[in-house]
């Protein structure tokens, strides 16, 4: 089942969407809740997640799976792009890239996943994205390309 009805993406914009996750009013994707991150704010070419590992998520050798830094950051790369839709307009992931840079430990405080648009064109939008850890060193980050579809 979609996050959004077809008819809340015909009447908000991908920002408006995206504040109604942030203020509680709609729910977020369920994978989020199962990963155990949250979208905590969103504007116009920015999406903020934050999100705390812990040890259901941890590889063979005791740190975090790159998987879930990769999801937390394709999250804020994605809604990046989400936040700049215009009423009608859908987004679809056409590449992802992630470098991890420091290893993840369950044990660790809270990350946040920052997101930002670097370019938005009428068919393509590109963002990139930092994980930084509570002493603001970077763990990882990637970039994404999306394709933006017209309303229907």
Not at 34 to 57: I, M, N
Not at 87 to 109: H, I, Q, S
Not at 112 to 134: C, E, F, K, N, P
């Amino acid at each position: 089942m979609a996050i959004f009805s077809d008819e809340m993406i015909d009447r908000l914009t991908g920002l408006e969407q995206l504040e109604t996750i942030v203020d509680g009013s709609h729910p977020g994707p369920s994978m989020a809740t199962s990963l155990c991150f949250h979208l905590v704010a969103a504007t116009y070419g920015k999406a903020t997640f934050e999100g705390q590992p812990d040890a259901r998520f941890m590889n063979p050798l005791g740190t975090v799976h790159g998987g879930w830094a990769a999801t937390i950051l394709d999250s804020a790369l994605g809604c990046a792009v989400h936040s700049t839709l215009q009423k009608g307009e859908r987004y679809a992931t056409l590449e992802l890239k992630v470098n991890l840079t420091r290893a993840l430990l369950p044990d660790m405080p809270p990350f946040r996943a920052i997101g930002t648009i670097v370019h938005r064109g009428r068919q393509v939008a590109t963002s990139d994205a930092q994980l930084l850890g509570a002493d603001d060193k970077v763990y990882a980050h990637g970039t994404t390309t999306c394709l933006i579809a017209p309303p229907a």
